[in-house]
Nanobody, 122 residues
């Protein structure tokens, strides 16, 4: 599976952005997808994940209530709607795919896309 993230940019605190991740390759296989982020000087961390059918959705605690993950399997695309952005959300955001949402959160991804930069100014 190849993953292509887009939608990053510069936004003021309190603003919103929508990230997209397009999948290609073995898209006939069922897989969970998710988002991770890496801030300067920090390790990559889990942000959110969603199962193939959308029945399982997981979030990192600091983004609950602000971020919404979704996917459109007909378009092989996943989204991350980010609202009420804060400077601490500044990071490179990576889309990822794996066998399940739970495994994405606990063990990381089997497939990684390239990152997209999100910068939130105060």
């Amino acid at each position: 599976v190849q993953l292509q993230a887009s939608g990053g940019g510069l936004v003021q605190a309190g603003g919103s952005l929508r990230l997209s991740c397009a999948a290609s390759g073995r898209t006939g296989s069922t897989y969970a997808t998710g988002w991770f982020r890496q801030a300067p000087g920090k390790e990559r961390e889990f942000v959110a994940a969603i199962s193939w059918g959308g029945s399982v959705v997981l979030y990192e605690d600091s983004v609950k209530g602000r971020f919404t993950i979704s996917r459109d399997n007909a378009k092989n695309t996943m989204y991350l709607q980010m609202n009420s952005l804060q400077p601490e959300d500044t990071a490179v955001y990576y889309c990822a795919a794996g066998r399940s949402a739970t495994l994405l959160k606990s063990r990381g991804a089997d497939y990684w896309g390239q990152g997209t930069q999100v910068t939130v100014s105060s």
